[in-house]
């Protein structure tokens, strides 16, 4: 079975310092991967998403980059962190083509930026 | 502009009631999803509508389509506390690589 994986859970960050945050899939291959970010009361806003290795599609200009460096691996980065980098991250997968489940989501890391 | 919109934006009901939360957009979409999100986890989904008018059902969860395919509900029976959560709709944006988009979803309590 298809499970994913993202860490760590919680993360406290000064401003300025750098970020990663991983996700990886497991039991499929080829996924398109996504990452989200959701605000306190809002609603999720995607950031990144990613059809294949290598290839990265922005959502919204910030200060946050992605990358992929393996089909199943999907990173999250930041080289200075803003106070306003804090909030929920996501991190979502699907199977590529044809129909089948929606997107199945990690557990999320909450980030605060001190 | 919010694609969709979702209503209400919080609801606070004691167990036992019914209740129903909307979701709306201005666009015809061809499908729409909707999840369940727990505080601290990642939304899980419930069920995914196709065809205007369709009715799908959860155990007490009930899930409608608008006819014009631009609106629809989640209709829970005899809420029980473990329903607790945000209700979030999503649809899929066609066209190259699909993306899904969302709503901001409905915080429900459900007080025992």
């Known amino acids: 079975s298809q499970t994913i994986h993202q860490w760590p859970a919680t993360l406290v960050q000064p401003v300025g310092s750098p970020l990663s945050l991983e996700c990886t899939v497991e039991?499929?291959?080829?996924?398109?991967l996504y990452w989200y970010r959701q605000a306190a009361g809002r609603g999720l806003q995607l950031l990144f998403y990613s059809v294949g290795i290598g290839q990265i599609s922005s959502e919204v200009p910030q200060n946050l980059s992605a990358s992929r460096p393996q089909d199943r691996q999907f990173i999250l980065s930041s080289k200075k962190l803003l106070l306003s980098d804090s909030g929920f991250y996501l991190c979502?997968?699907?199977?590529?083509?044809?129909?089948?489940?929606?997107?199945?989501f990690g557990s999320g890391t909450r980030l605060t930026v001190v | 502009t919010q694609l969709l919109e979702q209503s209400p934006q919080f609801l606070s009901i004691q167990e036992g009631e019914n209740l129903t939360v909307y979701c709306n957009s201005s666009?015809?979409?061809?499908?729409l999803q909707w999840y369940r999100q727990e505080p601290g986890e990642g939304p899980v989904l419930l069920v995914t509508?196709?065809?205007?008018?369709e009715v799908k059902k959860l155990k007490r969860l009930t899930f409608q389509f608008g006819d014009a395919r631009k609106d629809s509900s989640l209709h829970i029976t005899a809420a029980q506390p473990g329903d607790t959560g945000l209700y979030l709709c999503a649809l899929k944006t066609q066209g190259g690589s699909e993306k899904l988009v969302f709503g901001k979803g409905t915080k429900l309590t459900v007080n025992p």
């Open positions: 979502a997968w699907r199977r590529f083509r044809g129909r089948g489940p929606g997107y199945t």
């Open positions: 039991g499929t291959s080829n996924p398109n």
């Open positions: 509508v196709v065809t205007g008018g």
């Open positions: 666009s015809v979409f061809s499908s």
